[in-house]
């Protein structure tokens, strides 16, 4: 066998050194692929749906709503203004915030009533130990 040949032999068997490498690329490729298709498949439920959708990709109903002023000013009875679709599980931001805190507020007042136990555990156990010394 030359030194300089990439190949070796073991069992019998010729053993190619970037046999591995392309199997690792091969699967980094597939992986790279099904990540596409899934980012695909969320764009697509929204082209899917273009003009008037039909469904939220959240999975909820849409509700039409129809602006009451004009969508143009030259507009008057012809075409009333402009068509909104929006989700019926669609909360202002400002909602969302609130529950936030509120789910907070409730934590830091756990988490107080369990500082205030540890106190007095810490306090029990400090007037044992100067009982214990004395």
Request: aromatic share 10%; net charge positive; with cysteine.
């Amino acid at each position: 066998m030359d030194s300089d040949c990439s190949y070796h032999y073991t069992d019998n068997f010729l053993i190619d050194p970037y046999e591995e490498e392309l199997k690792e690329e091969k699967r980094r490729r597939k992986e790279m692929e099904k990540m596409k298709q899934h980012w695909d498949m969320v764009g697509f439920v929204a082209d899917g749906q273009y003009g008037i959708p039909r469904r939220c990709p959240c999975g909820g109903s849409i509700k039409h709503d129809v602006s009451p002023s004009p969508k143009f000013k030259r507009d008057f009875d012809t075409q009333p203004g402009s068509r909104y679709f929006t989700c019926t599980k669609f909360k202002p931001w400002v909602f969302g915030v609130g529950q936030e805190i509120e789910k907070l507020v409730m934590k830091v007042e756990e988490q107080s009533k369990t500082i205030e136990k540890m106190r007095k555990q810490i306090q029990i156990q400090a007037e044992e130990i100067a009982k214990l010394k004395t």
